[in-house]
């Protein structure tokens, strides 16, 4: 593939003059250095005001980026009339908050994984969505990832034939979270920081899941921090039909490094092909059988697009993703239709994590339609 395929096939409305710019307003600069880099890149953004209560911060993103509109005030961003979309990016246990403010200035929100740390304010997140007629979006990066998205597509092209098994895993040796003051405030959790990513891809590929079942240990690692925390955790989830995901995270104890383990991957498993997609190697893997039975295992490998994806030190950073994501919002804007994951896919998800939470605790299965009934949640509605 060249090596601007994937911004040709990303961008191809971008020509016209009539095609709609979004603006963007990002709150929390933190990581919100990678989606100011992906509006500043895209032509369908307009990156026009960012935020933080750090003015140094704000002062150091506008000297990197070479830009001059800031706030330290939410309250002053949500009354610019420059700004259509709120991109939040503020640490996890502010997000419902956030999201409740956007909605109620009149603007559009994009925000970080993981939508919210618990399901304790969806339904006033619904009911004010529902009044106000304002968009949310939850940047899940991992599907927008290259391989990720080819995988997606073959999926979609019924390459796989009938899916019969979705496993998908997020390993990450993160003990250095352990130290930081953050992961003994309320709210920290391995589940919500980590393993939602791989929670994401399974519902992404079976989103009628229902039934929970897993296990889970505190390792020595984390009990010598005196937090008590499941980080080492495997979960099956089962749909309506019976199909199944296996969902694994390990984040406090050795890990492989990534060209033997990825630390994000998926792997469907369908009735005439298998195929696997990582992260954060540009390879994807797979086999899918012709219609006389043959297959043999293809490697693709989209290692020249790590520019794009990765842009700053490291990979740390990947704002190729939220790129790719971005102008996938702007293209399903301008369709008229609901870019997802949405506000009720981002709840069912977390109500998918909440029967995990009760899995562990009880050592029973639990359900997800039990979990958002107690919740007073009906996503059916919405």
Same mark, same amino acid.
């Given at each position: 593939?060249?090596?601007?395929?994937?911004?040709?096939?990303?961008?191809?409305?971008?020509?016209?003059?009539?095609?709609?710019?979004?603006?963007?307003?990002?709150?929390?600069?933190?990581?919100?250095?990678?989606?100011?880099?992906?509006?500043?890149?895209?032509?369908?953004?307009?990156?026009?005001?960012?935020?933080?209560?750090?003015?140094?911060?704000?002062?150091?993103?506008?000297?990197?980026?070479?830009?001059?509109?800031?706030?330290?005030?939410?309250?002053?961003?949500?009354?610019?009339?420059?700004?259509?979309?709120?991109?939040?990016?503020?640490?996890?246990?502010?997000?419902?908050?956030?999201?409740?403010?956007?909605?109620?200035?009149?603007?559009?929100?994009?925000?970080?994984?993981?939508?919210?740390?618990?399901?304790?304010?969806?339904?006033?997140?619904?009911?004010?969505?529902?009044?106000?007629?304002?968009?949310?979006?939850?940047?899940?990066?991992?599907?927008?990832?290259?391989?990720?998205?080819?995988?997606?597509?073959?999926?979609?092209?019924?390459?796989?034939?009938?899916?019969?098994?979705?496993?998908?895993?997020?390993?990450?040796?993160?003990?250095?979270?352990?130290?930081?003051?953050?992961?003994?405030?309320?709210?920290?959790?391995?589940?919500?920081?980590?393993?939602?990513?791989?929670?994401?891809?399974?519902?992404?590929?079976?989103?009628?899941?229902?039934?929970?079942?897993?296990?889970?240990?505190?390792?020595?690692?984390?009990?010598?921090?005196?937090?008590?925390?499941?980080?080492?955790?495997?979960?099956?989830? +089962?749909?309506?039909? $019976?199909?199944? #995901? !296996? &969902?694994?995270?390990?984040?406090?104890?050795? =890990?492989? /490094?990534?060209?033997?383990?990825?630390?994000?991957?998926?792997?469907?498993?369908?009735?005439?092909?298998?195929?696997?997609?990582?992260?954060?190697?540009?390879?994807?893997?797979?086999?899918?059988?012709?219609?006389?039975?043959?297959?043999?295992?293809?490697?693709?490998?989209?290692?020249?697009?790590?520019?794009?994806?990765?842009?700053?030190?490291?990979?740390?950073?990947?704002?190729?993703?939220?790129?790719?994501?971005?102008?996938?919002?702007?293209?399903?804007?301008?369709?008229?239709?609901?870019?997802?994951?949405?506000?009720?896919?981002?709840?069912?998800?977390?109500?998918?994590?909440?029967?995990?939470?009760? +899995?562990?605790?009880? $050592?029973?299965? #639990? !359900? &997800?339609?039990?979990?958002?009934?107690?919740? =007073?949640? /009906?996503?059916?509605?919405?």
């Amino acid at each position: 593939m060249e090596k601007n395929k994937i911004m040709s096939e990303q961008n191809s409305e971008k020509n016209s003059k009539d095609v709609r710019r979004f603006h963007m307003g990002v709150l929390g600069l933190g990581e919100g250095r990678s989606i100011m880099s992906a509006a500043l890149q895209s032509d369908d953004w307009e990156l026009a005001q960012i935020c933080d209560l750090n003015e140094e911060l704000c002062k150091s993103r506008c000297r990197e980026f070479h830009f001059d509109h800031y706030t330290t005030s939410y309250e002053e961003m949500l009354k610019d009339p420059d700004v259509d979309v709120i991109a939040i990016y503020t640490p996890d246990q502010m997000h419902a908050e956030h999201i409740r403010m956007a909605m109620e200035a009149g603007k559009d929100v994009i925000c970080t994984k993981p939508l919210m740390i618990s399901l304790d304010r969806a339904k006033e997140l619904l009911d004010v969505q529902k009044r106000t007629g304002r968009t949310v979006f939850v940047g899940q990066s991992s599907r927008y990832f290259e391989p990720a998205r080819r995988q997606r597509e073959d999926f979609l092209a019924g390459k796989h034939g009938e899916l019969e098994m979705v496993q998908t895993q997020y390993i990450s040796d993160s003990r250095w979270f352990l130290a930081r003051d953050w992961s003994h405030r309320k709210g920290f959790s391995w589940m919500y920081n980590f393993m939602i990513h791989a929670v994401d891809l399974a519902a992404w590929y079976l989103p009628d899941i229902e039934k929970v079942y897993g296990c889970g240990v505190v390792s020595e690692n984390t009990k010598s921090y005196q937090i008590d925390l499941p980080d080492t955790m495997n979960f099956l989830l +089962s749909d309506k039909s $019976g199909r199944f #995901a !296996s &969902v694994t995270g390990a984040y406090a104890i050795p =890990g492989f /490094r990534s060209d033997v383990e990825q630390s994000i991957s998926c792997t469907l498993r369908g009735s005439r092909g298998i195929s696997r997609a990582g992260y954060p190697k540009l390879w994807y893997y797979t086999k899918f059988e012709s219609e006389d039975g043959k297959a043999e295992t293809q490697f693709h490998d989209y290692t020249d697009l790590h520019p794009y994806y990765f842009r700053f030190e490291g990979e740390s950073h990947h704002a190729g993703e939220y790129q790719n994501y971005i102008e996938e919002y702007a293209r399903e804007m301008r369709a008229g239709r609901t870019p997802k994951p949405d506000l009720k896919e981002g709840i069912h998800t977390l109500a998918i994590m909440e029967a995990m939470e009760e +899995s562990l605790r009880t $050592g029973q299965p #639990a !359900s &997800v339609s039990e979990v958002l009934s107690r919740r =007073g949640i /009906r996503l059916e509605d919405c």
